[in-house]
């Protein structure tokens, strides 16, 4: 194997840093985010915790509004009666544990944030917890049931709070993917994936391939036929999946007309209100963007067949069809194990074209995993369990092109 010089591996780094920063990190932050239970929307989960961390700053806020509280509520001295609503005991007792809760507040910098707990005091913090909880609900529901008390409903709602301080460990170590193999919702999505996937692909390359032979063909006007052959693939994803949705409406959708009045689908919205009906309108809507890339992806294939083999094979009396089938394919399986492999990977990780037709709907029925992953970061702040889909994912796509790779032999990159 022949090496290469220090010179040569310069001219490298910064293909190497682009696929560390745009490939190694992603897949690395996302293996990392699956071993932790990672909520962005739920304050003792939104960072990473290997161990049990105290939130000072959280730990003062809770403690002034408990004493804040305490302080309005003593105010109510006179019932309208003329009778004390608090009697002096109580209140004695009150303001002795606002003492004690101010005398908490002054062993703590609120400025010290999130930080790990020192010998012994968790345990310390758990006691007075239970110490304040217990008085306040003596003193609220026992002693002055009846009282109007300004903030009796939020003291049990501080104190819930209050116990939040102490972070517990969100570290869950493989529990995520104990989970993801016991989601049904993950194995359905996974299932809907794979069908768009084999559907789609098999369709644009058969439909592919016709195009490439079009294209190929050397004759008049051929330049404006591939041109017009790839708009649609020029067409940004969005703003296809939008032209369809509205072609695939219900109410005023043509296509979805044209349909049901050649009896191919029952109703109108049978298109995007069926789960079969959508899942055929997005399978649709891709084959129509994307054969002309697998087209052209085959085309390039065609092109380097050299011309001499058909003249010959036409001196042998071979005919179109046996030199599609004798000279075409063969020469031609690198480019097809090429395309075929592109395009299966984006395929399976389809998301924007989905999103916007049918948005997994309905009831999930076209929820590919990439919709599965976005719904479950962006739409429940789960991050975690999120990511470990995400890794699901990656290993689908490894599985699919080690396949392709070792299995079928396609050359994605050539020796020569």
Not at 189 to 209: D, K, P, Y
Request: net charge negative; glycine share 6%; aromatic share 12%.
């Amino acid at each position: 194997m022949k090496r290469i010089s220090l010179k040569q591996f310069v001219f490298l780094i910064p293909l190497l840093l682009f696929i560390a920063v745009f490939s190694v990190y992603p897949i690395v932050t996302s293996c990392l985010y699956s071993f932790f239970d990672y909520r962005t929307n739920d304050q003792q989960k939104n960072k990473f915790y290997t161990n049990e961390q105290l939130n000072v700053s959280l730990l003062v806020e809770d403690l002034q509004y408990i004493n804040y509280y305490l302080n309005t509520d003593l105010a109510l001295t006179q019932g309208m009666t003329g009778k004390p609503v608090v009697s002096d005991e109580d209140k004695a007792e009150m303001t002795e544990l606002m003492n004690t809760v101010s005398a908490t507040m002054e062993k703590y910098d609120a400025n010290d944030g999130v930080r790990a707990f020192k010998s012994g005091e968790k345990d310390e913090l758990e006691a007075l917890f239970d110490d304040i909880e217990s008085k306040l609900n003596a003193f609220y529901n026992e002693k002055y049931p009846d009282a109007e008390f300004f903030n009796r409903e939020n003291t049990p709602i501080i104190m819930e709070n209050l116990r939040t301080a102490v972070v517990e460990s969100n570290y869950i170590g493989g529990s995520n993917y104990s989970t993801l193999i016991k989601d049904t919702r993950f194995w359905k999505a996974l299932a809907h994936t794979l069908i768009f996937m084999f559907c789609s692909v098999e369709l644009e390359f058969c439909l592919g391939m016709c195009l490439a032979l079009i294209m190929n063909k050397a004759m008049k006007g051929i330049g404006l036929v591939r041109t017009i052959g790839l708009i649609p693939w020029a067409i940004p994803t969005a703003v296809s999946a939008l032209m369809w949705s509205y072609m695939y409406d219900g109410s005023f959708g043509i296509i979805s007309k044209i349909l049901s009045d050649i009896g191919l689908i029952g109703k109108s919205t049978d298109m995007l209100l069926t789960s079969t009906g959508a899942m055929a309108s997005a399978i649709f809507a891709d084959v129509w963007k994307t054969t002309p890339y697998m087209a052209l992806l085959l085309l390039a294939g065609l092109q380097n067949i050299d011309r001499g083999l058909y003249e010959a094979s036409a001196i042998d009396g071979c005919g179109p069809v046996k030199n599609f089938f004798q000279i075409t394919l063969p020469l031609m399986k690198s480019s097809i194990m090429v395309a075929l492999l592109f395009r299966t990977l984006d395929s399976f990780r389809v998301y924007d074209l989905i999103a916007i037709l049918t948005n997994g709907g309905p009831g999930n029925g076209t929820e590919t995993l990439s919709v599965y992953a976005y719904k479950l970061m962006f739409g429940q702040s789960n991050y975690g369990y999120g990511s470990t889909v995400v890794i699901g994912m990656f290993v689908c796509v490894a599985i699919i092109a080690i396949f392709y790779v070792k299995v079928l032999g396609a050359e994605v990159i050539s020796n020569d």
